[in-house]
């Protein structure tokens, strides 16, 4: 298998099309083919089925493909090597993380501090698996991730077989977080059942998935969930509306003055930085 192969696949999935694939790449759409059908022969997989209606990915073939991804993405960093950003001494920084409040403080402070030097940081939101394999990959140099203590095992050995290393950021149980037009708010206390009587909202990256069974666990079931892209609309929604959210409480830092934060003593969660 040969570099061009991976331009080759990319290529031809990026456009459905042996034809326009061959057009891009500058050779003849009979040389693309037999390219194409040498590399299926060397691995002994078919990486995309033809038709008359053009070509599309296999099972395998999308696996391949996610792979021929991660290494042109790897390629076009190799050459930023070569470029006068880089020979200035660009200070590079990527991080992957699940949609948290302090997380977005964090990395606004950090881009503060090197305000006036050469950078170049990004922040993605994702999964904890995904920020794994992000890290895996190395399309991330630092990956933040929440688990409760019921997955810390999982997680813990899953690091080790990726050889991450993780540092624990903090423990810290999970918060009711409400807003002051929920009837609760006002309230000196109630227990978790008294919050099922309203809507929940969470992240939609699979923040509150990972702590259902927690919830089942003492008979928590909400009235409905809704799921939403991030830490700053659920921050809205609390705000102006009865719906609570479940997790981390809203530190005083984060401007969230309105939001009450209740801790819930029954269980832990755990938050490790893996890099």
């Known amino acids: 298998m040969k570099l061009i192969h991976i331009i080759q696949v990319v290529e031809i999935a990026k456009t459905g099309s042996m034809n326009k694939a061959a057009q891009n790449l500058f050779i003849s759409q009979p040389n693309l083919s037999a390219s194409i059908k040498e590399l299926e022969n060397e691995l002994n997989i078919s990486i995309f089925t033809r038709s008359h209606k053009g070509v599309s990915l296999t099972k395998i073939g999308e696996q391949f493909l996610k792979y021929a991804e991660t290494i042109m993405e790897n390629i076009d960093y190799i050459k930023t090597l070569t470029t006068n950003t880089f020979k200035n001494n660009v200070l590079n920084l990527n991080i992957s993380a699940p949609s948290l409040l302090f997380v977005q403080d964090i990395f606004v402070k950090l881009c503060l501090k090197y305000n006036n030097n050469t950078t170049n940081f990004n922040l993605k939101t994702n999964k904890a698996l995904d920020i794994i394999n ?80 927690l919830f089942k666990d003492i008979g928590f079931e909400p009235l409905s969930v809704i799921r939403v892209d991030n830490m700053d609309n659920i921050l809205n929604i609390i705000s102006s509306t009865n ?32 890099s």
């Open 134 to 213: 992000d890290l895996n990959l190395g399309k991330s140099d630092i990956g933040i991730i929440s688990f409760s203590n019921k997955q810390e095992n999982f997680y813990l050995e899953l690091f080790k077989k990726k050889r991450l290393e993780y540092t624990e950021i903090f423990t810290e149980t999970i918060h009711i977080n409400l807003g002051p037009t929920n009837p609760l708010y006002h309230k000196e206390s109630f227990n978790l059942k008294d919050c099922a009587e309203f809507p929940l909202v969470v992240s939609s990256y699979g923040y509150y998935d990972k702590f259902l069974p």
């Open 243 to 274: 719906i609570i959210h479940l997790g981390l409480k809203f530190h005083d830092n984060v401007p969230s003055c309105s939001i009450k934060s209740i801790p819930l003593n029954f269980k832990e969660i755990f938050l490790k930085l893996a």
